[in-house]
């Protein structure tokens, strides 16, 4: 407005300049045309090229001048294997090569009431990034005494390309004998472990020569319900085993992992989970259930761990703090709830070591798990825990222990720990206890405040492992990730393995109690390669490496390895002749084809769920501050009905006549479950519709999906977003949809909000 009417006022000075000094008219309509003429446009980037390491990011931005508006802006990327683009302009790096970022604008110039577009581009060119050093820097030479070979082993050898041999222990197999375990599910199961304790054998020589390759039971014993009320409600330990979605434990599937040559399951554990919150009396079925699975292995001669994991997150009670008063939120310790931290500690301890003192060393204590460090300082409420007592309990107070101090309690803990046990007598003097590093972090723990525990005088150094964890590269081997394994990778990983050598030079052995890839059918990489680099540099350091499973490897309540490449490595790792007859590889590049397709705006679905899914992130917020109304909700873990705070609003259309499709919101908002109707499609396809704003890579992320039971999940087929993206997933047979699994599983690896769900009929 402003410079119109600057041009008014300019024409009518003019022209009475004309009449003043007699000018010719044609000479007065040149200079009001000139005046009048419209400003130049101008739209760019602020970067016609750009130069990124793979891993690195980068946001280009639209610069203008005489624009109005921007009505919209759509980003593309001519490679999204190379280079992704999100819908602010953000670049990530993912791959060595070329792309070509472009932005298609629609703006409104200035003087003007027409849009107009404008493509706008930019020339990405990726770099492979060299991995600096891992500090402190360590040697990668031999360590200072070699790892012991089993006497009766000729083959075995130190180096990244050593076996894990199967040695097929049977040190702790007697007599077979059934027994009535207290608390347990059945009234009889049949045990072999002798109670054998070998006091001469080190940690270094049970790493090197008899426990092997380890997998976790992850998602199982240490599965929690969403609040403390379902909690206390609880009376049988299976209602946490499959909380998760997992099967129950069986002998058959420890047989089946054993069978690969698997000697070591570690068994992560939440003991609060059925518990006494006044006396932290851990329930008899708790410990009998955990007792059974931990027979399972044992009867194998398998070597088992079991700690306390997680746990619904007390440990943030060790750093506890309070506010000065109501009106003061000055924080400071609270010594009454770091003193019953302590004191459930412990109690849990000490009724461990007492239940299962009588078992040969075939079975392991750990001490904790990734809590002992940091997360000492974890908020907590007033429950103790990180879930609140009621809705009324909004105040989640954080811990003050500055990083010295928790070094100093993590310590603390880890020592007390070690005299717990080793007062509870019996085999427990002897047994090998694994002593949680902090934070289960390679650096962490390497760090100089870091101190490993003194044992007993008899055993010196010799029965204790430190643990720590390793998933690197994370892009590569974290829960949600699609990434590549490159060569750099490899030579980082060896580097970050390569700094256990401080503990193996001073007489420890090591338990990497997690390792491995998280979603093995999504990554570009070679999964198989990473489990021969990662064992292969472990072998050098006395270390056992324990496989994080929490159903993406095993088919549990099948007892069956699901990939063929990874049943040959871990047979060719250890020498197991395991099962090979299943066809399905790892990678991405090996899973079955899932068609996508435009379905095209005159193509009417055939049936369709309309209305709000804010799917939780795992956070149990609701929505999203950024795209969601409403969003950033917090919604207590005792609210009656959390189901209808991630789904408010849910309406479902067929348009077939007795079309049976149905669909099921889990409580917390993680998975649809779609039942189709079969019988009425013969080509069935599903397309997802998402809230404005939300859809983007970083919101949407990976589609998994899966045929399953109802509320049990299953992620065996992924699709990116980029596959995703406006386009309907046709559901091939592959996927495996039956009569005994009808129901589909969806979730996503972000967090966006769906709208609506339609389905299509692609069929003849």
């Known amino acids: 407005m402003k410079s119109r009417g600057a041009r008014k006022i300019l024409a009518m000075l003019l022209a009475f300049a004309m009449i003043v000094t007699g000018a010719s ?31 690195k990011k980068a946001t280009l931005k639209i610069t203008k001048k005489n624009v109005k508006k921007i009505k919209s802006q759509k980003w593309t990327t001519s490679n999204k294997k ?37 493509t706008l581009s930019c020339k990405v060119k990726v770099d492979e990034d060299a991995p600096k050093a891992t500090t402190p820097a360590v040697s990668t ?71 092997g390759l380890g997998i976790n039971l992850g998602n199982t014993m240490e599965a929690q319900l969403p609040s403390l009320a379902q909690k206390a409600a609880a009376t049988e330990a299976v209602q946490f085993e499959t909380a998760w979605g997992a099967s129950i434990t069986t002998q058959k599937f420890i047989d089946c992992v054993h069978s690969y040559g698997i000697n070591t399951l570690r068994i992560p554990v939440a003991w609060s989970n059925m518990v006494n919150e006044e006396t932290y009396e851990i329930n008899e079925k708790y410990l009998g259930r955990v007792e059974e699975i931990v027979n399972y292995a044992l009867n194998d001669g398998m070597y088992a761990i079991i700690n306390i994991h997680w746990d619904n997150q007390w440990w943030g009670q060790f750093g506890a703090a309070k506010r000065v008063s109501e009106t003061d939120k000055t924080r400071i310790a609270d010594e009454e709830k770091r003193a019953k931290a302590w004191a459930r500690f412990e109690s849990y301890w000490k009724q461990i070591s007492e239940r299962f003192k009588d078992y040969s060393d075939h079975l392991i204590f750990e001490g904790g798990n990734e ?76 760090d100089a405040r870091y101190k490993m525990p003194t044992d007993i005088a008899e055993n010196g150094k010799s029965k204790l492992f430190v643990s720590v964890h390793c998933y690197s590269p994370w892009k590569f081997c974290g829960d949600k990730n699609t990434g590549d394994y490159t060569a750099a990778d490899k030579t980082a990983l060896a580097k970050e393995l390569g700094m256990m050598k ?135 873990s005792t609210d009656p009905d959390p189901r209808s705070k991630f789904v408010p609003s849910s309406t479902t259309k067929a348009t077939i006549e007795g079309d ?105």
């Open 25 to 55: 008219a044609s000479m007065v309509a040149g200079q009001v045309a000139s005046a009048a003429k419209k400003a130049k446009v101008t739209l760019k980037l602020n970067k016609k090229s750009l130069t990124l390491k793979k891993g």
């Open 660 to 764: 049976a499709t149905e669909i099921f919101f889990n409580e917390w908002g993680y998975q649809a479950f779609l039942n189709l109707d079969l019988s009425k499609y013969k080509k069935p396809a599903i397309l997802f519709e998402f809230l404005d704003g939300t859809a983007n890579e970083e919101n949407v992320g990976v589609l998994q999906m899966g045929a399953t039971e109802k509320d049990k999940h299953a992620g065996d087929f992924s699709v990116d977003y980029w596959d995703l993206n406006g386009k309907a997933v046709v559901l091939s047979d592959n996927i495996g949809l039956s009569a005994e699994k009808p129901w589909l599983c969806l979730t996503f690896g972000g967090k966006p909000t769906v709208t609506a769900i339609h389905v299509y009929e692609l069929g003849e």
């Open 371 to 446: 809590e002992i460090g940091g997360r000492l300082n974890d908020e907590i409420y007033a429950s103790g825990y990180s879930n609140p007592l009621d809705e009324s309990d909004t105040d989640a107070i954080r811990g003050i222990l500055k990083e010295n101090e928790l070094y100093e309690t993590a310590n603390k803990i880890n020592q007390k720990f070690v005299d717990v046990v080793r007062a509870s007598g019996g085999n427990n003097k002897n047994r090998f206890l694994l002593i949680p590093g902090y934070d289960t972090n390679i650096a962490k723990t390497v």
């Open 502 to 636: 401080k503990f193996a030079d001073e007489g420890y052995a090591t338990i990497l109690g997690e390792c491995g890839i998280c979603n093995p059918i999504g990554v570009e990489g070679d999964v198989c390669q990473w489990f021969r680099d990662c064992f292969g540099e472990a072998r050098k350091w006395h270390m056992v490496p324990v496989m994080w499973e929490t159903g993406q490897y095993f088919n549990r309540s099948e007892a069956k390895l699901k990939f063929k490449d990874v049943a040959e490595t871990w047979n060719s790792i250890t020498g197991a002749k395991g099962d090979t007859s299943m066809t399905r590889l790892t990678g991405k590049k090996n899973a079955p084809a899932i068609e996508t397709v435009e379905v095209g705006k005159t193509k009417q679905p055939v049936w369709s769920w309309t209305g709000k899914w804010y799917k939780n992130g795992g956070d149990s917020v609701v929505g999203d501050d950024r795209y969601a109304e409403g969003g950033g909700t917090k919604v207590p």
């Open 141 to 211: 030479s031999a360590p200072t005494s070699a790892p012991t070979a089993k006497p009766n082993d000729p083959d075995a050898t130190s180096g990244p390309t050593a076996n894990y041999k199967e040695y097929d222990d049977k040190s702790n197999i007697g007599p077979e004998r059934d027994v009535t375990i207290k608390g347990g599910t059945s009234s009889k199961m049949t045990i072999k472990d002798n109670g054998t304790v070998r006091k001469e054998l080190s940690a270094a020589e049970l790493a090197d020569s008899y426990m």
């Open 82 to 118: 190379v280079a992704t683009v999100s819908n602010k302009g953000k670049v990530t790096a993912k791959k060595a090569g070329k792309a070509t970022i472009k932005v298609k604008v629609k703006y409104i110039a200035k003087g003007s009431k027409k849009a107009k577009t404008k």
